[in-house]
């Protein structure tokens, strides 16, 4: 059963029949290049330069952890005391 629309007159304001739909979430931003290479100027990373900043990627969250933690348990206790 469809549903009868009575003040259809049958115009089309915009033509969508051109439009694609996108295949996913993906598509909507633009790709780099498979066959783009690193610039000459870039060396890769020694072993040494890479457990360095895994260290302080690791330290800098266990950082930001510590802080929602103390404010967290800051918060509690001033609740537990106006209780």
Not at 34 to 39: A, G, H, L, T, W
Request: proline share 6%.
């Amino acid at each position: 059963m469809k549903k009868e629309i009575k003040d259809d007159d049958g115009r089309t304001i915009a033509d969508m029949s051109s439009i694609e739909r996108p295949r996913s979430f993906f598509d909507i931003f633009p790709h780099k290049p498979k066959s783009e290479k690193r610039p000459e100027s870039a060396q890769p990373m020694e072993k040494e330069d890479r457990r360095a900043y895994v260290r302080a990627a690791i330290l800098s969250a266990l950082v930001v952890g510590l802080i929602f933690a103390v404010g967290l348990g800051l918060i509690v206790l001033i609740l537990y005391l106006i209780w």
